[in-house]
DNA sequence: ATCGGCTCGCGCAA
DNA sequence: TGCGCGAAGCCGAT
């Protein structure tokens, strides 16, 4: 089933008759529960017409490197298999994704359907193909659980807040999408750029090289192989495991989500019926602490910035701006994990070599950054900088809310002390209260 | 080992 | 207008 609240035209008008439906991928890397394109079948069927997809491929991403692209290009490697066994050709079109949708749809489009994602840019490119389409464009949503602008209509304040919103709306939102067959088929549909062999194609790419790929392979295909694997052999124990970053307790699905190639619908299913604690646990991660930040990114004009962050929080960091700082270093330093601090330097080093840091580990290791940056401001930056360089799901909106947590960001205050003012400070004594920390050191020593 | 206090603001009850 | 309570904590008192 595809919900009402899903489907918003943002260029309305009558199909033509004749010509293709074109599916624009930007976020929906899959055939999996992808309502965009199940929307996009079933109106091709309707108007008996074939369907065709394109995927304009930037390589001009803010902040985006070599790690990234590889997740990227092997997600559209399995798009293209699984399309084709669905009988809708993909196109993989080198240049700005808007301008290649236009281009596009300029081939005989008779309406264009795309998917949705939630960050500034994604909004803008929608927005600028919207002013120069002239036939209709819909929209998809289905990288939520419950749409965004169905949940809640402001910034939300906290998890708390959010939660009970999302709880009575989330029945009627986690239900199967079914698929119907194409009835016609496009065969003469160029396929662009070659992305069988996504190692190749990363070569040939004008993009930040200078960070190597990571330690998990991207794709739709290796999402459902890792989903399997975390419901059979993992679910029941995540609501203690997860919080231990010196076991493989968490679900390790938050890069194929970013990049769209799992979609959370499948994910929730699978673990609602699965059933326990584990389920409770992920539910609340996959679906209250995701759609929360996607609210963050979509009704705050300032989320990657530290001007965006809560009023009380940021006071309180600048009335302990001039605080001595014990230890200072820079962004190369942190970088290089170069600190006097055995455990931060562990867990930068776990995200410089896989693309994840653990969840318990990055609260820890930007509460430090904040001791030791000369201003909140530059502690915030830097903290960005490298989230978004290392992480496999770098730029997500979880990127962003994750970061703003250690500022005070959806969190409430504490014990005022020097540095941090009222916002909540973390030492390694809790490190050392709550897991074998010096086991964790040991997994990622230089 | 466990517990209360710290501190702000939202949202609901009254 | 008052009141309860909140993603992951810390610290000192018992």
Redesign the pocket.
């Known amino acids: 089933m595809i919900h009402d609240a899903r489907v918003q035209v943002l260029r309305p008008g009558t199909p033509r008759r004749e010509g293709f439906v074109l599916l624009w991928v930007q976020a929906g890397v899959r055939t999996r529960d992808n309502h965009a394109l199940e929307y996009a079948v079933r109106e091709a069927n309707r108007l008996n017409l074939p369907l065709v997809a394109v995927f304009g491929l930037t390589p001009g991403y803010p902040e985006a490197n070599a790690r990234h692209y590889a997740y990227l290009l092997e997600g559209l490697r399995d798009l293209r298999a699984n399309l084709a066994a669905r009988d809708v050709p993909l196109r993989v079109t080198l240049g700005s994704p808007p301008e290649v949708a236009l281009n596009a749809a300029g081939e005989g489009a008779a309406l264009v359907v795309t998917d949705v994602g939630y960050t500034r840019l994604q909004r803008e490119w929608r927005e600028w193909l919207v002013d120069r389409l002239d036939v209709p464009l819909v929209q998809v949503e289905s990288e939520a659980v419950i749409p965004v602008g169905v949940v809640s209509g402001k910034q939300?304040?906290?998890?708390?807040?959010i939660?009970?919103k999302i709880h009575r709306l989330w029945h009627d939102y986690l239900v199967p999408l079914d698929t119907h067959d194409l009835k016609k088929r496009e065969r003469d549909w160029d396929g662009g750029e070659d992305v069988t062999d996504p190692t190749r194609l990363l070569k040939t790419l004008p993009i930040d090289h200078s960070v190597p790929p990571g330690d998990e392979e991207g794709g739709e295909t290796a999402a459902h192989d890792l989903l399997e694997d975390f419901i059979t052999r993992k679910l029941d124990g995540y609501a203690t495991r997860?919080?231990d970053p010196t076991v493989d307790g968490s679900s390790r699905l938050s890069a194929h989500l970013h990049y769209g190639q799992l979609s959370p619908l499948s994910a929730a299913i699978a673990a609602r019926e699965h059933g326990g604690p584990g389920a409770d646990a992920f539910l609340?991660?996959l679906i209250v602490?995701r759609e929360l930040s996607f609210n963050y990114t979509t009704d705050h004009p300032h989320y990657d910035r530290y001007a965006g962050l809560?009023?009380?929080a940021r006071a309180?960091l600048e009335e302990h701006a001039g605080d001595r700082r014990e230890y200072t270093y820079t962004r190369a330093e942190l970088d290089a994990a170069q600190t006097h601090d055995p455990y931060w330097n562990a867990a930068q080093r776990q995200m410089t070599r896989t693309g994840r840091m653990h969840?318990?580990m990055r609260?820890y290791w930007g509460k430090k950054v904040i001791e030791w940056t000369p201003t909140p401001q530059q502690a915030y930056d830097a903290l960005l900088w490298l989230n978004n360089r290392h992480e496999q799901d770098g730029r997500d909106p979880n990127s962003w809310v994750g970061v703003g947590?250690v500022f005070g960001l959806?969190?409430?205050?504490?014990?005022?002390r020097p540095i941090f003012g009222?916002v909540?400070?973390?030492?390694?004594?809790?490190?050392k209260?709550?897991f074998d920390i010096e086991k964790y050191a040991r997994q990622w020593a230089e």
């Not at 939300?156 to 807040?161: F, L, S």
């Not at 959806?410 to 005022?416: E, L």
């Open positions: 939300e304040y906290a998890a708390r807040t939660r009970p997860r919080n609340e991660e602490r809560p009023a009380w309180t969840n318990y609260m947590w959806h969190d409430r205050p504490w014990t005022r009222t909540r400070y973390m030492n390694a004594g809790g490190l209260r709550k």
